[in-house]
């Protein structure tokens, strides 16, 4: 086993990865919470949060009291907020890992959330929200999941509204730490080169007094659909950018592989069938892919691509085109290289100590189970030819089809009539 999965009293899971011949060592701290697991007034209150973890403890008083202290010591650190759960990371020469492992945990467990700092922090997440909007080819992917999901969580923003943010106070925002980041919705890994019993007793001892609670549970998502569907969001734009997809498979489902190799041969790579098509053959984009999206009660494949306005019902029928003609003619070469494809990328991305926590941690915090290198590999493997011909069957279907655009377009009825499939 390449790892070790430590379960303490109250909850808390440790999972440590040692990995030999390097000098860096990573820490991730992931909870099980997210923009899925709030109430729609505080939408986008995970994200807040996850800013305001860096603005001081009493031990560090002030942003620049955290940052200095990494900076010195040339630490990678960051946080980020998902759909179904938030993770702070630190990457340090494994001579540093005790400032790491201190800065890190002092943050998470003892942040002051003051009233000021929350003031100040609200106006740079409403400057943040305002970036995503300007950047299409980024705003396009939450008009997608909106267009899926609609009014409810699943649906929502991960950085909410401006509207939201602006009403949030500091008793909102401790009232959810308070309910959400409790130990048995965390998980810790450690990730590179470490004193294999030091260092995870510390990470114990540091985290023994984390808050014991039952969280709150993640709403079922609701899927309702028969007929295709499109959302448009109309304003004046270089390019025309579009999701053109299909509802597919959670994350527990066994043919998200078979999934994953659709989306690789579909728009994976350069060589794919839609790159090829779109880009390579007619010039129609700069950028085109496809790829498998799964969370804990929905999934979707999904193409993206950025064209001209006048190019716009082109590329969507050349991407139904390849989405027909994969239910049927689809070749052992192709889902070979496939395989290879998606084995290799994974693999790669097992370079680092940071790869490794978030593979461990992503595993065990979304599905409980965490899976070598080479079972995940061999889970690959196991897709036959008439599996992807099944799945290609039963995911494109015209009842769940859906197209997101943003640019200048007015007549919606188009729309509709090219969803014909």
């Known amino acids: 086993m390449f790892y070790k999965k430590t379960e303490f009293g109250n909850g808390l899971r440790l999972i440590t990865v040692p990995l030999k011949d390097i000098k860096t060592a990573a820490i991730l701290i992931l909870v099980k919470t997210g923009s899925v697991y709030e109430k729609k007034r505080e939408n986008g209150i995970s994200h807040v949060l996850e800013h305001m973890l860096f603005k001081g403890t009493k031990k560090r008083p002030h942003t620049i009291n955290i940052a200095r202290e990494l900076d010195s010591v040339g630490a990678k650190f960051n946080a980020f907020t998902g759909k179904e759960f938030m993770g702070f990371y630190t990457m340090v020469n494994s001579r540093h890992l005790d400032i790491g492992l201190d800065v890190l945990s002092d943050i998470f467990l003892n942040s002051k959330l003051e009233k000021i700092e929350l003031e100040r922090e609200k106006k740079v997440i409403i400057e943040e929200i305002k970036m995503y909007y300007d950047t299409p080819m980024r705003h396009i992917e939450d008009l997608w999941e909106n267009l899926l999901y609609g009014d409810q969580p699943a649906g929502?923003?991960?950085?909410?509204?401006?509207?939201?943010?602006?009403?949030?106070?500091?008793?909102?925002?401790?009232?959810?730490?308070?309910?959400?980041?409790?130990?048995?919705?965390?998980?810790?890994?450690?990730?590179?080169?470490?004193?294999?019993?030091?260092?995870?007793?510390?990470?114990?001892?540091?985290?023994?007094?984390?808050?014991?609670?039952?969280?709150?549970?993640?709403?079922?998502?609701?899927?309702?659909?028969?007929?295709?569907?499109?959302?448009?969001?109309?304003r004046k734009t270089d390019q025309t950018h579009l999701i053109l997809g299909t509802r597919a498979y959670n994350v527990f489902h066994p043919d998200k592989y078979a999934l994953s190799i659709l989306a690789a041969i579909l728009g994976g790579?350069?060589?794919?069938?839609?790159?090829?098509?779109?880009?390579?053959?007619?010039?129609?984009?700069?950028?085109?892919?496809?790829?498998?999206g799964s969370h804990s009660d929905r999934g979707y494949l999904a193409t993206s691509a950025g064209v001209e306005h006048q190019k716009l019902e082109k590329t969507v029928k050349l991407i139904l085109k390849e989405y027909k003609r994969i239910i049927d003619d689809v070749t052992e070469d192709e889902l070979n290289r496939a395989k290879e494809f998606l084995k290799g990328r994974f693999l790669i991305e097992l370079e680092g100590p940071d790869d490794y926590g978030f593979f461990v941690g992503g595993e065990e915090i979304t599905i409980g189970e965490i899976l070598t290198p080479e079972e995940k590999c061999a889970k690959i493997d196991k897709v036959m030819l008439g599996d992807l011909k099944r799945v290609a069957k039963d995911i494109f279907r015209a009842e769940k089809l859906n197209l997101a655009v943003i640019g200048p377009h007015k007549n919606k009825n188009k729309f509709q009539k090219l969803l014909g499939f």
Do not use: C
Request: charged share 25%.
């Open 156 to 234: 929502w923003d991960i950085a909410g509204t401006k509207e939201n943010v602006q009403k949030m106070n500091q008793e909102s925002l401790k009232g959810y730490y308070s309910s959400q980041f409790v130990a048995s919705s965390t998980v810790i890994v450690l990730a590179g080169k470490f004193e294999k019993t030091g260092v995870p007793k510390k990470i114990g001892d540091s985290f023994s007094k984390m808050k014991i609670g039952l969280p709150r549970k993640i709403p079922k998502t609701q899927e309702k659909q028969n007929k295709p569907q499109y959302l448009l969001e109309h």
């Open 269 to 292: 790579n350069m060589s794919s069938r839609l790159f090829t098509s779109i880009r390579e053959r007619r010039g129609l984009a700069y950028y085109v892919h496809t790829l498998g």
